[in-house]
T-cell receptor
Framework: EDQVTQSPEALRLQEGESSSLNCSYT??????LFWYRQDPGKGPEFLFT???AGEEKEKERLKATLTKKESFLHITAPKPEDSATYLC????????????FGTGTSLTVIP | DAGVIQSPRHEVTEMGQEVTLRCKPI?????LFWYRQTMMRGLELLIY????????DSGMPEDRFSAKMPNASFSTLKIQPSEPRDSAVYFC????????????FGEGSRLTVL
């Protein structure tokens, strides 16, 4: 069965303390892996798409990487405004259009 | 672009009442998705449309749920009768491509069924 697992469930960092969030997946083939940011009371906001192992994408303090079994979202020198829930989703050719979402990592950055 | 627009943002109703949630996708997007988000289960796909045609409704919980997309700029999700376990945030999302590409989400409709 296709699955997406995110860890940790929650993460508290001091401002400037770099860390990584993990998204591991078991899908039969991969059409794409997507990272989203969700603020309280808002809809998920698209961050990155990764399509193949070895691919990397960067945006400000965030960098997403992909291997054949997992993806990492690296946060360098985070600021309080990076506090949010980060969701990953995978799209598998076996399920056509369907996106499987993980349950997210809730990140809190303390000033 | 105005983004995906959902209404109402908040709905409080009593058990047994009919609830209708509305969505206007981004203009030019071919696919529309309805998701439900709860603390316990995260984001769950309920149904998606491609070019206004329902493609997969296997995530719809039961016959109390129905969704329509009468045209490219409007979709509804209806719950009749509503039950307390339907309380959740319902998101609509749209995508430009038929099969690939990122989803763009609306702000969500928070439903509370008493």
């Amino acid at each position: 069965e296709d699955q997406v697992t995110q860890s940790p469930e929650a993460l508290r960092l001091q401002e400037g303390e770099s860390s990584s969030l993990n998204c591991s997946y078991t899908v039969s083939g991969l059409r794409g892996l997507f990272w989203y940011r969700q603020d309280p009371g808002k809809g998920p906001e698209f961050l990155f798409t990764l399509y193949s192992a070895g691919e990397e994408k960067e945006k400000e303090r965030l960098k997403a990487t992909l291997t054949k079994k997992e993806s990492f979202l690296h946060i360098t020198a985070p600021k309080p405004e990076d506090s949010a829930t980060y969701l990953c989703a995978v799209q598998s050719p076996n399920t056509g259009n369907q996106f499987y979402f993980g349950t997210g990592t809730s990140l809190t950055v303390i000033p | 672009d105005a983004g995906v627009i959902q209404s109402p943002r908040h709905e409080v109703t009593e058990m047994g009442q009919e609830v209708t949630l509305r969505c206007k996708p981004i203009s030019g997007h071919n696919s529309l998705f309805w998701y439900r988000q709860t603390m316990m289960r995260g984001l769950e796909l309920l149904i998606y449309f491609n070019n206004n045609v329902p493609i997969d409704d296997s995530g719809m919980p039961e016959d109390r749920f129905s969704a329509k997309m009468p045209n490219a700029s409007f979709s509804t999700l209806k719950i009749q009768p509503s039950e307390p376990r339907d309380s959740a945030v319902y998101f609509c999302a749209s995508r430009k491509g038929d099969y690939t590409g990122e989803l763009f989400f609306g702000e969500g409709s928070r439903l509370t069924v008493l």
